[in-house]
């Protein structure tokens, strides 16, 4: 009687953990079967497909009602589980925001529109190659330029498995472009001479005309004038036998401007003039405007006044007739130069002022610079040296102006670039999130279905020998089985946790890394404010002293102005500001390259500070108060100096300093 009390007891248990174990297993299956249960009693007042094809429709005149349509759409997707549909409505939602230049959101449409793509046809499909090759070009947009090659070489080793030989050159070419846009021309002209060879075997002459065209460009902006002129010439000829007079028109002046730079300027009048008689032909109003515009800058190297005053009037009738004012703006600069060579400064002046004003109208500051600074040298040359002063002034606001807006450009893009890299970081965290959680799902119910058969087991066991005491050891064991599993549960969750604040550690660390680039762009652009606010406070001195002086010489007094400007465009003391500024920016940077290099002069060191501070070639002759052309010759002896390789980048070598 006892023993039966003891194995009722034992049932009851059993009976008792039976329940608890289902109703452990409970939460994680429970929503399987209700979300099938939602799903078979949905009910859908649209079609996803017609919302998609709605949204499409809209792409390109309203973006914003566009993504709401595939918004909607997205959801009937997901929620009756049509991943095509769903892939189709990321896509919409991401050219859209393309479109609107959001380009980080749209990187994150065109990476989930991929993963669905490849979720539902493998990582062969065709649409996810080609979402690879968007992802791609949003980053390429973004200046990110390393990103961009990562994604078009994942999508240029799908297409070429998939032997799409249109991708695989669509990917070359975008490779092309990116490579050029980091001034990286030799890599540029490899990609692009791979899709020049992939469209002659497939004998597509407008497609390799354009290859040719592209390889000319690299070839030109390299300097590499006799290369230029050899693809931009085989370009020529391959238009010429696809009967495409519109590119032909495009390459002759291609070439045109090739002979320009190379100062052989009646071949550059040659092939422009070819250049304007096809474009008249074929009536490309606004194109014969710029050939002519074009011309009369030749012309006016060449001296023919007459022949260039012609071109330019021409060129304005034209661009005031089609409204192009930007065109006219820059012609009326070139109608200014030329009535200075002539002597005729009152008619520049009018011209400079007419092309000031309407490039302040339209905003355009680059051109508003060009113009005060063309004023000011003419009232320079007539001698009326306050208004001369009056409008450097002007020019050297715009100038600062359009310094700084590069500047925040560039932290724009680094912000971006910082941005993407924090977003890919939480993305692979959540991942590895969503991984542990799913597999402690798994172990969840698992652990749920392994204890009811457990339980069964025992049941069954015990119903058919109760009366054997051995039972008891066995759930004994089951127990401590349990027990092991639990504490496997525990240092899952402890490897979690370590995952956890390894992630933040990371996303701590490129914030820092963040603060710092601010920090060091900000001293470097205040050096470059301080030194030149000096010089004009100076100058500023000077005129007040003037206004106050009774005696005052006109001319006596504009000569000391002059030579206080030139003394102050590159005094020693200017530099050892400078240098004082640099080195609380770049510590170390002159004692550590002066022990490698003890033999460097004092100009060699500042254009290795300028180099480190990242200038452009521009930038640092305006520094040096010398030509563009010197700058290069100043590149080439340090390089030599350094003993640097051919392939070796001057400007990365510096920065390891």
Known sequence: MNMNRVFLRIEAQIIVFILFAIFTANPFLSP???????????????????????????LDSDPDRSIIYAKQSL???????????????????????????????????????????????????????????????????????????????????????????????????NLGYTAFCQGNYKQAISFFDQTLQIDRERKNDENISIDLNNIGKVYFSWKKYDKSLEYYQESLNMAIAAQNENMQAVRLSNIGQVYESMDEIDKALDYL?????????????????????????????????????????????????????????????HLG???????????????????????????????????????????????????????????????????????HRQLAEFEARYETEKKEKENELLRQDANIQRKQKIIFIVSGIALLLLAVSFII??????????????????????HQLDLEKKEKENQHLQDVLFAEEQINKLQTEKL???????????????????????IRKMAANWMRDEDFDKTKNMEKLIREVENNTDLDEQWNQFKLHFESVHKGFFERLMQKYPTLTQNELKL??????????????????????????????????????????????????
């Not at 399987?32 to 809209?58: G, P, Y």
């Not at 006044?305 to 007739?321: D, H, L, M, S, V």
């Not at 109760?466 to 039972?471: A, E, G, N, V, Y």
């Not at 290795?608 to 290069?632: D, F, H, P, W």
């Open 32 to 58: 399987i079967f209700a979300q099938k249960e939602v799903l078979k009693k949905s009910t859908f007042q649209h079609d996803a497909s017609s919302l998609n094809d709605s949204a499409e429709a809209l």
């Open 75 to 173: 959801e009937l997707g997901e929620g009756r589980n049509d991943h095509i549909q769903k892939a189709c409505s990321q896509r919409i939602i991401a050219d859209a925001l393309y479109y609107k230049a959001d380009y980080l959101k749209a990187i994150d449409f065109y990476k989930a529109s991929a993963e669905t793509e490849k979720s539902v046809s493998g990582k062969m499909a065709q649409n996810y190659q080609k979402r690879l090759s968007d992802v791609g070009f949003c980053y390429m947009k973004l200046a990110i330029y390393e990103k961009a090659i990562e994604y078009y070489l994942l999508s240029l080793e799908i297409a070429r498995e998939r032997n799409d030989i249109e991708e695989i050159a669509s990917n070359l070419n």
């Open 461 to 482: 066991l015990f119903t058919g020998k109760r009366k054997s005491l051995i039972q008891s050891r066995i759930l004994h064991d089951k127990e401590n089985q349990l």
């Open 337 to 407: 130069d030329l009535m200075n060579a002539r002597d005729m400064h009152d008619e520049a002046l009018s011209y400079f002022y007419e092309s000031l004003k309407l490039s302040r109208r339209l905003g355009l500051r680059a051109q508003q610079m060009r113009s005060a600074k063309s004023i000011s040298n003419t009232y320079k040359e007539t001698g009326d040296f306050e208004k001369s002063l009056k409008y450097f002034e002007t020019y050297t606001q715009l100038k600062d102006s359009i310094f700084n807006d590069e500047k």
């Open 608 to 657: 290795c500070a300028y180099l480190r501070m990242n200038l452009s070639t521009k930038e640092i002759a305006q520094m040096l108060n010398i030509g563009t052309e010197s700058v290069t010759t100043k590149r080439y002896r340090l390089r030599k100096k350094l003993a640097l390789d051919k392939e070796e980048n001057l400007v990365g070598f510096i920065g390891g300093f």
């Open 516 to 538: 710092q680039q601010k920090n060091r762009e900000l001293s470097t652009a205040t050096v470059h404010i301080l030194n030149k606010n000096e010089v004009l406070g100076n």
């Open 273 to 333: 003039n070819q250049a304007l008689e096809l474009d008249q032909k074929l009536g490309n109003t606004e194109k014969v405007g710029i050939r002519q515009s074009h011309l009369g800058v030749v012309y006016l190297k060449q001296g023919k006044y007459q022949e260039a005053y012609e071109n330019f009037t021409n060129a304005i009738g034209i661009f005031e007739r089609s409204n192009n004012i930007p065109s006219k703006i820059i012609t009326l600069n």
